[in-house]
């Protein structure tokens, strides 16, 4: 009766996992493509920050690309990351633990930098919390150590010996007076750890209004062997159900070159450096059928999302900036949004006035077929002489420089810019006629509403 029921009880969980199992691939599946639709819209807010787009509509027009969203981005972020690391204290002795994990254990100036530009230029920023205790591996060599010092470093639970050589001392007796050694030591980081999360790496529900309540949140990572075994896993499940390489997917494969376009060189896939898929998803599931469903943390390996552990959870330990949040949607809008048109209308408008001057400079020549010497005509050199077997067979079609007429757009382009992001030369105090012409109340106006667009 106990074998029978002790059955009964593995085919209920071997049911449940599969029922989990399907879940998970169904609702990854949705956030995937709701993520797909979204990273496309910020790997062209990436090459537009980096000042690749837009891109000449043909190969004979002047190349020219203005910087719009990046130096948007460049003007709010110092502001930002004063309101979080300036000189001011936003509390008191209760915060100095949570400024040692931040600041002293981990680089929390570098991760909230790095959410931050994310959420200005790829819409929403990540940044992920939990407790490490994976465990590390250092290599030590010591020479001439002590008896005592020995033994201490012998009794450490921590320590592995890999090699040891004794001298003694043959006169007087037999005893080891110094050893030299070579060992391992593996421990337990055991410690918080704050990181900034790519944004294509997080899936999120479709339907979702915020992170918390989403019904579905996921958190894709490449790993190796060697840091999943250092997490706990077992290393024959790991190269069992790992498949072969890992790829989050194609399109979020185009953020990642967006980002870093020399990311493109194959390296070593094998052993302890193999790469492996490795998936948090945070899903609510009924684990214990009554009813009720509960936060689960449900890691898998694979594309084929084999589960390897399973447990409950109280919170996703991932939070989301985001710089302009869509009411009822978890997410919305940022600044490289609003500045791409204009990004791409005065990359076009210096474009058609370079083209412009080009053409007033270098004015097209009409000739008379078979009297002139075409390679004369086309040499552009300063002072070079046409051949002509008689006069008046070259004649220069003038076009005048109308790219002046384009700077009054220019212009208007700016206030434009300016009245969608809040960001002006006059705020950042780079216009010295606009503040010199300015009363002391219109010029702290005008620095107090660039500051409060930047930070809301």
Known sequence: ??????????????????DLSAQLKAEMDDAKDYNNQVGQE?????EYYLGNEPEPTSS????????DVRDTVLFMLPSIMRTFFGTKKIAEQQTDYINYIVQEKNSGFQVLYDAFK?????KTGFVKAYWDDSLSTTTHEYTNISPPAYQALVMDKDVEILSETATEETITTLDPVSYDLTIRRVKAKNQVVLESVPPEEVLIARHARSMQDSSYVAHRMIKTVSE???????KEEIE??????????????????????????????????????YIEHFI?????????????RVCTLGDALHIINVEPCDEVPIVMFCPDPEPHTAIGSCPADYVKPIQAAKSQIVRDTLDSLGHSIFPRMGIVEGQVNVDDVLNTDIGQPIRMRAPGMVQQLTTPFVGKEAFPVLGYLDEAKENRTGVSKASAGLNADALQSSTKTAVAATMSGAQGRVEI
Request: net charge negative; aromatic share 8%; charged share 30%.
């Open 1 to 18: 009766m106990a074998e029978e029921k002790k059955t009964k009880e593995e085919v209920a969980e071997a049911s449940m996992m599969l």
């Open 42 to 46: 910020r790997a062209e807010s990436t």
């Open 60 to 67: 004979l027009q002047s190349y020219y690309v203005s910087t």
């Open 118 to 122: 994310d959420a200005l230029i790829r």
């Open 228 to 234: 999943l075994v250092a997490m706990g896993y077992s």
């Open 240 to 277: 069992q159900y790992g498949g072969e390489g890992a790829l989050l997917d194609p399109l979020a494969f185009d953020e990642q070159q967006a980002r870093n376009p020399h990311d493109n060189m194959a390296f070593p896939d094998q052993g302890a450096s193999k790469n492996v898929l």
């Open 284 to 296: 609510y599931y009924d684990m214990d059928d009554d009813g009720i469903d509960e936060l689960l």
